[in-house]
């Protein structure tokens, strides 16, 4: 599969072990991993067809994402994937427990474990340095600890909050972030979890379709919080990435934002161009999970701007 | 079908009810399924995303129901996707939520041989 242009894969779920999360883990945080206690929970919506892919079982019963070099042959290879981003699956929940320390020191466990085991194994393999944003003064320790390793290329961290995402609390993180050059992204599966608020501002859904359909609406409160508040304009370098959200809500969103910057702009005086200009420079979305209109033509209002 | 335009894929003792062979015709992979006695050929690619649909849990589905009755029926006679969850009729090929339909194959069997015209 020879393509004009290299292949990345913005958002793999591999699955780190367990048992090495735990071996490097200090005290008292080991004990408590190894009882079972390894986030805020989960509010038990229940995909029919799994969350992961179900076709991943290797020839010897283990399966794909949890095996480096099985990723790498199986997945990679197969597929022509040039560079392929690692975004755990398993710890991003942790930024919604109410323990903070705790939160951190099992990212930076999971961090390690990547880094030991994962991009150690392919040259194909880069990696995100996942963060717990309910500290973020560790969650920047955390980033600077790993920005200077060649394999991590962006920051990750939950998209379910407690606040908007562009609130003064999380600057930290931006700042840090845009010191190394370091995209920041966020990733959808706690919405409504921990310390969360329910993941639509009307309450809780009832089933994982209805939850996983309104996602978006986080990701608009996110973005918009984040060109308001000013983020951007604070932390020029800053680039913001969100995964796995869709794409197809935000035209609509930016031609609403820009009308409303018209009339109401004199309250983020910071703001001195169109928001979708802003986003334009700034922000970037992953396309998988795309939505899929009847025709692919409804798509083009999705393109980025020439140039992006 | 004329027997020369045939390949045998199985033997029927290989496929009871509920169980799936994967096999290789002419370049093609497809996926044998006996769906409760009935014996149907897949075309190994869903018609969404190409995804290996023949490696996809066999399972029944909701039927339709009023709100907030559930009726459980049509177990082992409905094909998920592994990738996208999609779910297919194995006996007509038809999606349960889509136009597009699995690529099928006549089948038939003689003298305890399964044979598939491609």
Same mark, same amino acid.
């Given at each position: 599969?020879?393509?004009?242009?290299?292949?990345?894969?913005?958002?793999?779920?591999?699955?780190?072990?367990?048992?090495?999360?735990?071996?490097?883990?200090?005290?008292?945080?080991?004990?408590?991993?190894?009882?079972?206690?390894?986030?805020?929970?989960?509010?038990?919506?229940?995909?029919?067809?799994?969350?992961?892919?179900?076709?991943?079982?290797?020839?010897?019963?283990?399966?794909?994402?949890?095996?480096?070099?099985?990723?790498?042959?199986?997945?990679?290879?197969?597929?022509?994937?040039?560079?392929?981003?690692?975004?755990?699956?398993?710890?991003?929940?942790?930024? =919604?427990?109410? #323990? %903070?320390? @705790?939160? *951190?020191?099992?990212?930076? &466990?999971? +961090?390690?474990?990547?880094?030991?085991?994962? =991009?150690?194994? #392919? %040259?194909? @393999?880069? *990696?995100?340095?996942?963060? &717990?944003? +309910?500290?973020?003064?560790?969650?920047?320790?955390?980033?600077?600890?790993?920005?200077?390793?060649?394999?991590?290329?962006?920051?990750?961290?939950?998209?379910?909050?407690?606040?908007?995402?562009?609130?003064?609390?999380?600057?930290?993180?931006?700042?840090?972030?845009?010191?190394?050059?370091?995209?920041?992204?966020?990733?959808?599966?706690?919405?409504?979890?921990?310390?969360?608020?329910?993941?639509?501002?009307?309450?809780?859904?009832?089933?994982?379709?209805?939850?996983?359909?309104?996602?978006?609406?986080?990701?608009?409160?996110?973005?918009?919080?984040?060109?308001?508040?000013?983020?951007?304009?604070?932390?020029?370098?800053?680039?913001?990435?969100?995964?796995?959200?869709?794409?197809?809500?935000?035209?609509?969103?930016?031609?609403?934002?820009?009308?409303?910057?018209?009339?109401?702009?004199?309250?983020?005086?910071?703001?001195?161009?169109?928001?979708?200009?802003?986003?334009?420079?700034?922000?970037?979305?992953?396309?998988?999970?795309?939505?899929?209109?009847?025709?692919?033509?409804?798509?083009?209002?999705?393109?980025?701007?020439?140039?992006? | 079908?004329?027997?020369?335009?045939?390949?045998?894929?199985?033997?029927?003792?290989?496929?009871?009810?509920?169980?799936?062979?994967?096999?290789?015709?002419?370049?093609?992979?497809?996926?044998?399924?006996?769906?409760?006695?009935?014996?149907?050929?897949?075309?190994?690619?869903?018609?969404?995303?190409?995804?290996?649909?023949?490696?996809?849990?066999?399972?029944?589905?909701?039927?339709?129901?009023?709100?907030?009755?559930?009726?459980?029926?049509?177990?082992?006679?409905?094909?998920?996707?592994?990738?996208?969850?999609?779910?297919?009729?194995?006996?007509?090929?038809?999606?349960?939520?889509?136009?597009?339909?699995?690529?099928?194959?006549?089948?038939?069997?003689?003298?305890?041989?399964?044979?598939?015209?491609?």
């Amino acid at each position: 599969m020879a393509l004009p242009y290299p292949v990345v894969d913005t958002d793999i779920h591999n699955v780190v072990s367990a048992r090495r999360i735990q071996e490097c883990l200090a005290e008292p945080w080991r004990s408590r991993y190894a009882a079972g206690s390894r986030g805020p929970g989960h509010l038990g919506y229940w995909n029919p067809n799994g969350v992961m892919r179900s076709d991943t079982t290797l020839p010897d019963g283990s399966k794909l994402e949890g095996s480096p070099d099985g990723l790498a042959t199986e997945f990679l290879g197969r597929y022509g994937i040039d560079i392929g981003i690692l975004n755990p699956a398993g710890t991003l929940h942790m930024g =919604l427990s109410p #323990d %903070p320390d @705790y939160a *951190a020191a099992v990212c930076h &466990a999971e +961090n390690r474990v990547v880094a030991d085991d994962w =991009l150690t194994a #392919d %040259p194909r @393999y880069r *990696a995100s340095i996942t963060i &717990a944003p +309910n500290d973020p003064h560790q969650a920047a320790d955390e980033i600077h600890r790993w920005a200077g390793h060649p394999g991590f290329v962006q920051v990750l961290m939950c998209s379910g909050a407690r606040m908007p995402y562009g609130q003064r609390y999380y600057h930290p993180i931006y700042e840090a972030a845009a010191a190394h050059g370091l995209p920041v992204a966020i990733h959808p599966g706690t919405e409504g979890i921990g310390i969360a608020y329910p993941s639509t501002p009307a309450g809780y859904p009832s089933t994982y379709f209805e939850w996983h359909t309104g996602l978006v609406m986080n990701y608009i409160a996110h973005l918009v919080s984040l060109v308001c508040e000013g983020v951007f304009i604070r932390f020029p370098a800053l680039r913001f990435v969100f995964i796995e959200g869709g794409v197809s809500w935000l035209p609509p969103v930016l031609w609403r934002f820009d009308k409303n910057w018209k009339a109401l702009r004199q309250s983020t005086p910071w703001l001195e161009r169109p928001p979708s200009e802003i986003a334009a420079d700034h922000v970037r979305l992953t396309t998988q999970p795309i939505e899929e209109p009847p025709s692919s033509t409804r798509c083009s209002a999705c393109s980025p701007p020439r140039g992006c | 079908m004329s027997p020369d335009t045939r390949v045998a894929v199985a033997e029927v003792a290989e496929l009871p009810p509920g169980a799936r062979k994967l096999v290789e015709v002419e370049g093609k992979s497809i996926g044998l399924f006996n769906v409760n006695g009935t014996v149907v050929a897949i075309l190994n690619a869903c018609p969404h995303e190409l995804a290996p649909v023949c490696r996809g849990r066999v399972t029944g589905t909701t039927l339709p129901s009023p709100p907030g009755e559930f009726r459980w029926g049509r177990d082992g006679e409905i094909l998920c996707c592994p990738w996208h969850g999609w779910e297919f009729d194995l006996l007509t090929g038809e999606a349960l939520a889509d136009k597009r339909r699995l690529r099928t194959y006549p089948v038939t069997v003689e003298g305890g041989t399964v044979y598939v015209q491609v």
